[in-house]
C-alpha cells in the first residue's frame, strides 16, 4: 500500500499570508493527488486533482503541484474562510489512501 | 445539480450489524464508481473501497475487507455499506463519495454510526 505522509500537521498563519502543506506518498503515483478541504461538521470539498488541476468553482489563490513522491498545496492570500482540514489522497492504486491532514488556523 | 443523500445516525450495539445508504440524484449513477471513506473521531480520512454501480464489481481496503459490504440497488441509484461485527472501533462518520476525474468529486454528508451497549 502506498502511505501518505503529510506536512505540517497544524498551521496557524494570519489572513493574507501565503501557506504551503505537502504531501509525500512512499511510491511514485504518477500525479494521482488530489486535495481536499474540511471544515468542522461538514464533509471533505474536492479543491484540487491531478496533482494541479482545480477543482471547478475553486479560487485561484490554491495552487498544487509537485511530481513523483512529492506535492504541494500552496494558498496564497489567505483568506479568513481557508480555515479548515487540509487532505491529499491519491489515486494511483487501491487502497486510495489519504494523508493525516493539516489543521490550518488562520491568527 | 449532483447531490449524495445519506441515511440518518445510527446507534447500534457491539456485534450487531448496520446498513447505511447513500441516494445519488443529479446524475447518471452508473457512469460513477461510488467510494466510503470513514473518519473516526475527528482524526483522519480512510478509504473503505468502492463500487461500480454498473456491473457490480467491488474494491475493498484490505483492512475492511471482512467489516464492509458495499451494494447499490440501480432502480433506485442508491449506495449501501453493511458493516457487521460492530465493536466500539467501528463508531465513526462515514461518508459515501463519488468518483470523478482520479477524485472524490462529491460527497454525502455523512452518517454517524455509535457502538454503544
Known amino acids: 500500500d502506498i502511505q501518505m505522509t503529510q506536512s505540517p500537521a497544524s498551521l496557524s498563519a494570519s489572513v493574507g499570508e501565503t501557506v504551503t502543506i505537502t504531501c509525500r506518498p512512499s511510491?511514485?503515483?504518477?500525479?494521482?493527488l488530489a486535495w481536499y478541504q474540511q471544515k468542522q461538521g461538514r464533509s471533505p470539498q474536492l479543491l484540487v486533482y491531478?496533482?494541479?488541476t482545480l477543482a471547478d468553482g475553486v479560487p485561484s489563490r490554491f495552487s498544487g503541484s509537485g511530481s513523483g513522491t512529492q506535492y504541494s498545496l500552496k494558498i496564497n492570500s489567505l483568506q479568513p474562510e481557508d480555515f479548515g482540514t487540509y487532505y491529499c489522497?491519491?489515486?494511483?492504486?487501491?487502497?486510495?489512501?489519504f494523508g493525516g491532514g493539516t489543521k490550518l488556523e488562520i491568527k | 445539480e449532483v447531490q449524495l443523500q445519506q441515511s440518518g445516525p445510527e446507534l447500534e450495539k457491539p456485534g450487531a450489524s448496520v446498513k447505511i445508504s447513500c441516494k445519488a440524484s443529479?446524475?447518471?449513477?452508473?457512469?460513477?464508481?461510488m467510494n466510503w471513506v470513514k473518519q473516526s473521531n475527528g482524526k483522519s480520512l480512510e478509504w473503505i473501497g468502492n463500487?461500480?454501480?454498473?456491473?457490480?464489481?467491488?474494491s475493498y481496503n484490505q483492512k475492511f475487507k471482512d467489516k464492509a459490504t458495499l451494494t447499490v440497488d440501480k432502480s433506485s441509484s442508491t449506495a449501501y455499506m453493511q458493516l457487521k461485527s460492530l465493536t466500539s472501533e467501528d463508531s465513526a462518520v462515514y461518508y459515501c463519495?463519488?468518483?470523478?476525474?482520479?477524485?472524490?468529486?462529491?460527497w454525502g454528508q455523512g452518517t454517524s454510526v455509535t457502538v454503544s451497549s
Open positions: 463519495a463519488r468518483t470523478g476525474t482520479r477524485a472524490l468529486d462529491y
Open positions: 443529479g446524475y447518471s449513477f452508473t457512469g460513477y464508481n
Open positions: 463500487i461500480d454501480p454498473y456491473y457490480g464489481g467491488t
Open positions: 511510491g511514485n503515483i504518477h500525479n494521482y
Open positions: 491531478n496533482a494541479k
Open positions: 489522497q491519491h489515486f494511483w492504486t487501491t487502497p486510495r489512501t
